[in-house]
């Protein structure tokens, strides 16, 4: 079966522009995760989602941050007025629920602000 | 707050050398889970092993093992006989929220080599 779908697998944008990073799960699974890798800071979690329930927000960097999760599938990862510091890997994860269950994580977007 | 450190930002190995890769974690919470991913040149996470901090018994799955242990806060991972396929950054991992076990904690990863 698919596995967590994500894209564009690259972007390159100019700073100060609003991008979307898409994330299609694996049918079924509920709970939706967003992370962050970039050489400065390693693998940071950005946001949460888990079915109906408002998301876990926590790790969102800044205000420029956003994310949707539409019908409890495809989720959307938004970044407005890019910056430099906003180039990294923004990578998905998907798992069947919100416990401790195993998440598979997609092979990420590669975000490159010039 | 938690923390994950890995000490070792680089193995380079001879294959069917056998490796250990070093996780040591910080946290104030009694129930915690502790991960450990594999991110081949591809750049997917996958999955290797979740352990719960109730249980302390080491594990093995061919030629991978992990020893946790709690004394000392640590969590690591070995491979026996190497082999070039092992090659990828090794993230260790944690989580402390029973509600969503997948929202991780990072090391920063160790990039093992396996040479030929």
Known sequence: GAGVSQSPSNKVTEKGKDVELRCDPISGHTALYWYRQSLGQGLEFLIYFQGNSAPDKSGLPSDRFSAERTGGSVSTLTIQRTQQEDSAVYLCASSPGGGYTEAFFGQGTRLTVV | ?116
């Open chain 2, 1 to 116: 707050a938690q923390k994950v450190t890995q000490a070792q930002t680089e193995i380079s190995v001879v294959e069917k050398e056998d490796v250990t890769l070093d996780c040591v974690y910080e946290t104030r919470d009694t129930t915690y889970y502790l991960f450990w991913y594999k991110q081949p040149p591809s750049g997917e996470l996958v999955f290797l092993i979740r352990r719960n901090s109730f249980d302390e018994q080491n594990e093995i799955s061919g030629r991978y093992s992990w020893n946790f242990q709690k004394s000392t806060s640590s969590f690591n991972f070995t491979i026996t006989a190497s082999q070039v396929v092992d090659s990828a950054v090794y993230f260790c991992a944690l989580s402390e929220s029973i509600n969503a076990g997948n929202m991780l904690t990072f090391g920063g990863g160790t990039r093992l080599m396996v040479k030929p």
